[in-house]
C-alpha cells in the first residue's frame, strides 16, 4: 500500500468514526422480541413477483451495460484502430444519460409510469444496436451515435432503478403487512454486485468465442467478429431487459398507484 492510499484511508476511517459518534438517533423504534427466523423470510421474500423479477432485470442490464464498455476497449483499439474515439463515446454516453436523469425521466416517469419508460428505453437501445449491426460501420461517427442511442435507452432503466426498488417495497408491504426496506435493498445491492463479478468473465468469454488472442487480434475476422459482438451482446440484453420488464415485472404505473394509495389509507387509519 502506498503512502496516499493509507493515509486516504485513515481519513476515511475518521470521517466514517466522526459521523456516527455525531448521528443521534431521533426516531425511536420498538424492537420485536419475538423470535427471528432468516429462512421465512428469505422465503416471503423470493414468493415476490416484484422482487425476483427486478433483480433479474437489473442484472441483465448491468452485463448489457458492462458488455458495452467491456468490448469498447477492443472494438476501437482493433476494430477502428483508433482508441481516441473511445473516449469521446464514452464522455458522450455519460451526458446522454445526464440529460436524461435531470430533464426527461422525472417528467416522463411520473407520467407514463417507470416500467413503462424502462420498456421505450430499452428498445431504443435494441433498435439503435440492430441498425450498427446491420450497417457494420467503418465510420467511428456513425458507430458513436449508434452507442449515444444505445446509452439513451441504458438512461431510463438505470435513471428509475432505485425508485423501482421502493415500488417493490411498497408492494411487498401491501401483499405482507410488514416492511422490508433494509432487507430488499441489501438483496438488490448483492444481486448488483453478483452481476459487476460476473461480467469481466462474459466478456472474456465472447471474445474466446470469436476466436481472440494476442496473435489474432488484427485478423479480420476476428475484429469483424468484435464487431459483431459489441453491438449483438447489447441488443440481446435490452431485448431480455424488455421481455423481463413485460411478461414477469407487475408493477406498472396502475398498480403502483394502488398500492401507495392503499398504504396511505392504512397509515391513516382509513
Known amino acids: 500500500m502506498t503512502i496516499a492510499a493509507l493515509v486516504c484511508s485513515i481519513l476515511a476511517f475518521l470521517c466514517y468514526t466522526i459521523c456516527t459518534s455525531l448521528s443521534v438517533e431521533r426516531v425511536k423504534i420498538e424492537v420485536k422480541t419475538e ?15 416484484a422482487l425476483v423479477s427486478i433483480i433479474v432485470a437489473a442484472i441483465v442490464l448491468l452485463l448489457a451495460q458492462l458488455t458495452m464498455t467491456g468490448m469498447g476497449t477492443y472494438v476501437w483499439a482493433n476494430y477502428f484502430n ?40 430499452a428498445a431504443v437501445a435494441v433498435v439503435s444496436f440492430v441498425i450498427a449491426f446491420i450497417l457494420h460501420t467503418t465510420n467511428p461517427t456513425i458507430y458513436i451515435i449508434c ?25 411487498d408491504e401491501v401483499r405482507r403487512g410488514t416492511r ?7 438483496l438488490y445491492s448483492f444481486a448488483r454486485k453478483c452481476g ?38 447489447p441488443a440481446i440484453g435490452f431485448a431480455a431487459l424488455i421481455l423481463v420488464l413485460v411478461f414477469w415485472y407487475p408493477l406498472d404505473k396502475k398498480t403502483v398507484d394502488a398500492n401507495a394509495e392503499t398504504l396511505r389509507k392504512r397509515r391513516e387509519g382509513k
Open 147 to 171: 452507442f449515444m442511442f444505445g446509452y439513451f435507452g441504458l438512461g431510463f432503466f438505470n435513471s428509475v432503478i432505485w425508485a423501482m426498488i421502493v415500488d417493490v417495497i411498497d408492494e
Open 82 to 121: 483508433n482508441t481516441t474515439y473511445q473516449s469521446i463515446a464514452n464522455f458522450g454516453g455519460v451526458v446522454v444519460m445526464l440529460v436524461l436523469a435531470i430533464f426527461v425521466v422525472p417528467g416522463m416517469s411520473k407520467k407514463y409510469g417507470k416500467k413503462e419508460i424502462s420498456i421505450f428505453g
Open 180 to 186: 422490508s426496506d433494509g432487507t430488499i435493498y441489501s
Open 35 to 49: 423470535k427471528f427466523s432468516i429462512g421465512t423470510l428469505f422465503k416471503q421474500l423470493f414468493s415476490s413477483r
Open 196 to 233: 459487476q463479478a460476473f461480467s469481466p468473465g462474459l466478456t472474456g468469454a465472447l471474445l474466446t468465442m470469436i476466436g481472440y488472442t494476442s496473435a489474432t487480434a488484427f485478423e479480420t475476422s476476428v475484429v469483424n467478429g468484435i464487431y459483431n459482438v459489441s453491438v449483438l451482446a
